[in-house]
């Protein structure tokens, strides 16, 4: 806990801790051995408000900023990681994509709901050829009247066998590159659009991941997020607080994965006394605790300056950078400090050493976060 946070931020980390404790953490083994997440349990957390944290009153959501967003994201981190993912990919990814983009009248028809929970959201930007290079997508929309027609796929949609919308990027002139790259918002249900079947995962467990096929799929164009050329700021943009979120969640779950290293530490007896006495595991777990620290005041610093307005895209990509490589290190020395038991399936720590990994790959992988702090750094240079 930090005491620097103001109080009503303070407020919101000890309910949204209490909720995740009591309500969420009790269903992740059965979430892990389901490969499901029960609807409610998602009602549960749309009823707690968690949908709606960080973002703005004004569409229906819950308001406290991004530094709540990031406080509320770290607590979630203390249970099973794939319950975040529905809500980073519904409102923190397809909500934030529509509050970025606009226009008021698409914000006003769909992020109530999404903030509410009531609505499951997707963003679908990568594609089999184009992900770390999203910008050279290829799939296609093209204006008739008053439709577009999108023909092309999408891979790897979180949420997309469960979702109700979907932010969908694609070109509408593509010899321009990126800057042909426009947003829609696709309903399910839409002609022409096919929900392939759900992926499996080395880990995030009971979080869905599939593709979208799009064949001739007609959208109206009041249904155009942004202006025609815009899809790839709003896209990037979406990122940078995507990636801060990302950054918040590794922090929590490192945090529960130290302290139960620690609390391991002390019980297991081995040559007589506490593993914990020995200094190659207080290292590991000294080292662990200050990675942790360093990388919340990141996440912090960066959260408090975007709602100071501040543009985040370098900060968010070394935030990222920073607590998800964190994490896998923080996660590896989880599984040594409880040795074999560290990779039983009995406990949790091994669950959370596979859901781990993939955040040094989504929403840009590591190399993808240190092309854009190079690229900035040089820029300015
Ligand atoms: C579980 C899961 C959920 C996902 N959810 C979503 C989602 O909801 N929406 C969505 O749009 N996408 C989603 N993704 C896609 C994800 O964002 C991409 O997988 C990611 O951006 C990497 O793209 P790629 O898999 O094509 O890897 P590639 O781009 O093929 O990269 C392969 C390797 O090459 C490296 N590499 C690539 N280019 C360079 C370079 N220039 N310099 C150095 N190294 C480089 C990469 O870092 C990586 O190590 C999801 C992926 C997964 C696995």
Not at 174 to 195: H, M, N, Q
Not at 230 to 237: C, D, M, S, T, Y
Not at 249 to 268: C, M, P
Request: proline fraction near 3%; charged fraction near 25%; glycine fraction near 12%.
């Amino acid at each position: 806990m930090d005491p620097e946070l103001p109080e009503e931020i303070r407020i919101l980390q000890k309910t949204v801790r209490q909720f995740v404790e009591n309500e969420l953490a009790p269903h992740e083994r059965e979430i892990e051995e389901r490969n499901e997440i029960p609807r409610a349990v998602i009602d549960a957390m749309a009823g707690a408000g968690l949908f709606g944290i960080g973002h703005d009153e004004r569409w229906g959501g819950q308001g406290f900023g991004k530094l709540g967003y990031c406080v509320a994201i770290e607590q979630a981190g203390r249970a099973n990681a794939s319950l975040w993912n529905v809500i980073g990919a519904s409102a923190g990814l397809c909500g934030t994509a529509i509050e970025i983009g606009g226009p008021d009248e698409v914000r006003e028809r769909y992020l109530p709901r999404i903030f509410a929970g009531e609505m499951l959201g997707a963003y679908a930007l990568s594609e089999p050829g184009a992900g770390s290079d999203a910008g050279s997508l290829k799939t296609a929309a093209r204006k008739q009247g008053g439709e577009y027609v999108i023909e092309g796929f999408k891979t790897f949609i979180t949420n997309a066998p469960i979702a109700d919308v979907f932010v969908v990027f694609a070109n509408v002139a593509p010899d321009r590159g990126s800057k042909g790259i426009t947003a829609f918002v696709v309903e399910r249900g839409t002609e022409g659009l096919t929900v392939g079947p759900n992926d499996e995962k080395m880990g995030l467990h009971g979080s869905t991941t599939a593709q979208l096929f799009f064949s001739g799929m007609r959208v109206p164009a009041a249904n155009r997020v942004g202006e025609e050329g815009q899809g790839f700021r709003i896209a990037l943009g979406t990122l940078d607080v995507g990636r801060l979120g990302l950054a918040a969640h590794s922090v929590g779950i490192a945090q529960r994965l130290l302290e139960a290293s620690a609390r391991y530490a002390k019980t297991r007896v081995q040559f007589g006394k506490p593993i914990a006495v020995n200094q190659g595991i207080q290292w590991m777990l000294a080292d662990g605790a200050t990675e942790i620290h360093a990388a919340r005041l990141m996440v912090y610093d960066a959260a408090a300056r975007a709602d100071k307005g501040e543009r985040i895209t370098q900060r968010a990509a070394m935030t990222k950078l920073f607590a998800t490589e964190m994490l896998g290190r923080v996660a590896d020395a989880a599984v040594q400090i409880h040795g074999g038991m560290g990779y039983m399936r009995e406990l949790w720590i091994e669950r959370a050493y596979r859901d781990a990994r993939i955040t040094r790959i989504y929403e840009g992988t590591s190399e993808v976060q240190r092309m854009v702090i190079a690229g900035g750094l040089l820029e300015d240079a």
